[in-house]
T-cell receptor
Framework: DTGVSQDPRHKITKRGQNVTFRCDPISEHNRLYWYRQTLGQGPEFLTYFQNEAQLEKSRLLSDRFSAERPKGSFSTLEIQRTEQGDSAMYLC????????????FGAGTRLSVL | TQLLEQSPQFLSIQEGENLTVYCNSS?????LQWYRQEPGEGPVLLVT?????EVKKLKRLTFQFGDARKDSSLHITAAQPGDTGLYLCAPVMNRDDKIIFGKGTRLHILP
């Protein structure tokens, strides 16, 4: 296993379009996290899953954002009706529940909304 | 919500120089993590400090956790261009399941 992988690495879209990102965690990790990082900031927590259950969502996650992890393995993050303010790096991380503070991050998907 | 400050925000120094960056808060933490993030990549965990006053060394990097567990510092000796990146501190509260990052210190080492 080569770590957490995210696809695509870059996405350019027009305002109003929908986009979907995928994250494949480290295979034995049951926790999966999504973060968003804008220029000049550290990553900000969006949501996390334990297996297929979404256990926490940040207030940053507006109604236009939805995340799923249907089989407890890979996860998708969808943004509907994108806005320019959604432009950011979207990072995925995974961990074991017993070591929840040791999170391994993917390289991220950089979204640019024109 | 704890207020977390990292300083300086930006630092550009010559190869071979020493530097220290800081992470300060008004809250007491269970432990604290330091990450390095290179351009186009995700953060990578460098170290977790747990005990007040603890000092950990990772090659040329020295991490210290304040006695009161409210602050931490990272000292780099003889900086090299490979040290360039965004250094993030992240306090750990055992009750939390997510990581709260500071804004980071962006470090650039000039060859």
């Amino acid at each position: 296993d080569t770590g957490v992988s995210q696809d695509p690495r870059h996405k350019i879209t027009k305002r109003g379009q929908n986009v979907t990102f995928r994250c494949d965690p480290i295979s034995e990790h049951n926790r999966l996290y999504w973060y968003r990082q804008t220029l000049g900031q550290g990553p900000e927590f969006l949501t996390y899953f334990q297996n297929e259950a979404q256990l926490e969502k940040s207030r940053l996650l507006s109604d236009r954002f939805s995340a799923e992890r249907p089989k407890g393995s890979f996860s998708t993050l969808e943004i509907q009706r994108t806005e320019q303010g959604d432009s950011a790096m979207y990072l995925c991380a995974s961990s074991l529940t017993i070591a929840k503070n040791i999170q391994y991050f993917g390289a991220g998907t950089r979204l640019s909304v024109l | 919500t704890q207020l977390l400050e990292q300083s300086p925000q930006f630092l550009s120094i010559q190869e071979g120089e020493n530097l220290t960056v800081y992470c300060n808060s008004s809250s007491v933490f269970s432990s604290l993590q330091w990450y390095r993030q290179e351009p186009g990549e995700g953060p990578v965990l460098l170290v977790t400090v747990v005990t007040g006053g603890e000092v950990k060394k990772l090659k040329r990097l020295t991490f210290q956790f304040g006695d009161a567990r409210k602050d931490s510092s990272l000292h780099i000796t003889a900086a090299q261009p490979g040290d360039t990146g965004l250094y993030l501190c992240a306090p750990v509260m055992n009750r939390d399941d997510k990581i709260i990052f500071g804004k980071g210190t962006r470090l650039h080492i000039l060859p």
